[in-house]
């Protein structure tokens, strides 16, 4: 099964999109190839940062939350990924200890909490909510909005395995992000799976160390795709190929791709101006700053700002309701 989402994009298919999908055969490779080369995590989620005419991710949490805002019509892939990713990393288990945040008083992360529960039992599995928090010292059931509710259980540590009250778990899922560091309770469990791993916990990980990572990734995926570009000599290493679109009423109406190497002169401001309709430059391309007409028709008090190049070229020039 594989999911099918709406999108606001509409129009011809343009170039970029052309790319992708004249490479669909390479890009499957390239991710099962990943796939296999590495230990994907049990679970993540993405932060991606919408500016209007950028998308892109900022962050990875290993250990997500927003179960609660999944579309229903995708449970059963949850609950099938679920499966696999628990038979990877423990084919035998039975029992799961699933260990939340302290939030118990945000109503919405424990609609999360309830959500992956209920994931989690659909694979089969025995699931049981440990608690972190030392006011927890027995069984507490906590009742939600929707009308479901969470059970709440303090946690046992004996010698090298942790578990609540009659159940001994065989893994040991971490909804908590570990931020506030990793608690003794949780250190030296030996003989049981602990997912995410310790070590992945925000008081030891940094977030330039996503971004290397990313980077990382992003150029072998720009090379796989044949849209890598070699910035070495600016001190860039292997790169995306540099371009430009165009973006009306969300439809990329013009796109601008630098062929041959490091270079900027498809996707140069100067380009992007032209690409615009009703607007025509009044001099040759020119990085000095230099400010460009409108037409003389625009010339009034409820005229759009002029657009100007500035030495480092264009970033974000919005234009009626054109973005570029």
């Known amino acids: 099964m594989v999911p099918h ?16 999908l004249e490479r669909s055969t390479q890009i499957e490779h390239w991710m099962r190839g990943q796939w296999q080369e590495h230990t994907p995590p049990f679970y993540t989620s993405c932060d991606l940062r919408n500016s209007g005419f950028k998308l892109a991710p900022v962050d990875t949490n290993l250990f997500p939350g927003g179960f609660n805002n999944l579309n229903p019509a995708f449970l059963p892939l949850c609950v099938q990924a679920a499966m696999t990713a628990i038979e990877k990393f423990c084919p035998e288990a039975r029992n799961l200890l699933l260990i939340p945040e302290n939030h ?12 992956l529960v209920t994931i989690l039992r659909q694979t089969g599995l025995n699931i049981r909510l440990g608690s972190l928090l030392p006011e927890i010292t027995q069984p507490t059931t906590i009742e939600l909005p929707n009308g479901q509710s969470l059970l709440l259980e303090p946690l046992i540590r004996s010698a090298n395995r942790l578990g609540v009250a009659g159940f001994d778990p065989c893994a040991i899922l971490l909804n908590n992000d570990l931020s506030a560091g990793i608690p003794p309770m949780l250190q030296g469990l030996h003989e049981q799976f602990v997912l995410p791993p310790l070590h992945a916990g925000w008081a030891v990980r940094r977030k330039s160390n996503h971004f290397a990572a990313y980077d990382e990734v992003a150029n072998d995926f720009a090379k796989a795709i044949g849209m890598e570009v070699d910035a070495s000599g600016a001190g860039l290493g292997i790169r995306s190929q540099r371009y430009a679109m165009v973006i009306e009423d969300g439809v990329v109406t013009a796109f601008m791709p630098e062929e041959g190497g490091f270079k900027i002169e498809a996707s140069t401001a100067e380009c992007v101006l032209t690409s615009l ?11 000095s700053g230099e400010q460009y007409d409108q037409h003389e028709s625009d010339q009034d008090s409820d005229a759009e700002p002029e657009p100007r190049v500035t030495p480092r070229g264009l970033g974000l020039c919005r234009l009626r309701d054109r973005y570029c």
């Not at 989402?5 to 992708?20: K, S, V, Y």
């Not at 118990?104 to 959500?115: C, G, H, K, S, W």
């Open 104 to 115: 118990t008083r945000n109503q919405f992360y424990l609609q999360n909490v309830a959500q």
């Open 5 to 20: 989402l709406t999108t606001a994009l509409t129009g011809p298919l343009l170039e970029l999109e052309r790319h992708f």
């Open 277 to 287: 309709k009703g607007y025509s430059l009044r001099t040759p391309a020119s990085h």
